[in-house]
């Protein structure tokens, strides 16, 4: 059963009003212009120009229709800047740091248990799986890593890891239970 839909009290009739914000002074006014004026992003200018209209209007609507946005986005942008001033009008530094598999220590890390083989790790297997090498990183490291960052890293250092299976004989040789193909044996 669907519930009838009645317009919102609160943004036809009574539309919010500003406060709650700190005292503008003259130095954050003309920080606050500078980033509406010539601030990196098309983001820190809006917001920016949100806050410096908020001081003017009366409400969060008539601001809303100043700028051509939403009264959400008015409201979240003044709970941003209540919270944590101007700094908190830019937007966070999400880009990615380098690349796990490019880091020299984590390299380095996973070289040696490629040198030293699984057993030296603790790993009672004969050769590394990507899965293993990837949860051994992980202890070793205390940085989460994935199959396929191992298989990059592998990889950049001249190494292949696929599928478990014996690619050097002479390590299979070594284990008591190996038993050697049958020569013309056939898969169906």
Avoid: I
């Avoid at 890390?109 to 293993?132: F, I, N, S, Y």
């Amino acid at each position: 059963m669907r519930w009838p839909t009645r317009p919102r009290l609160e943004s036809v009739l009574f539309p919010l009003a500003v406060r709650g914000l700190p005292p503008l002074t003259a130095a954050e006014k003309s920080a606050l212009e500078y980033d509406y004026r010539y601030g990196p992003t098309r983001l820190l200018r809006q917001r920016s120009h949100l806050v410096l209209l908020a001081y003017e209007f009366d409400n969060q609507t008539a601001v809303g229709r100043a700028v051509r946005c939403s009264r959400a986005t008015v409201n979240r942008t003044l709970q941003r800047y209540r919270r944590g001033g101007r700094a908190a009008l830019t937007r966070p530094d999400t880009r990615p740091t380098v690349a796990l598999w490019k880091q020299p220590l984590w390299r380095a890390r996973l070289a040696r248990a490629m040198e030293a083989g699984p057993r030296a790790g603790g790993v009672p297997r004969p050769t590394w799986t990507a899965p293993l090498l990837a949860r051994y990183l992980t202890e070793q490291t205390g940085l989460p890593t994935g199959e396929r960052t191992v298989r990059r890293g592998l990889a950049d250092l001249g190494f292949v890891c696929r599928r478990g299976t014996w690619t050097v004989r002479h390590k299979a040789e070594e284990q008591p239970d190996y038993a050697p193909k049958r020569r013309g044996s056939r898969r169906f």
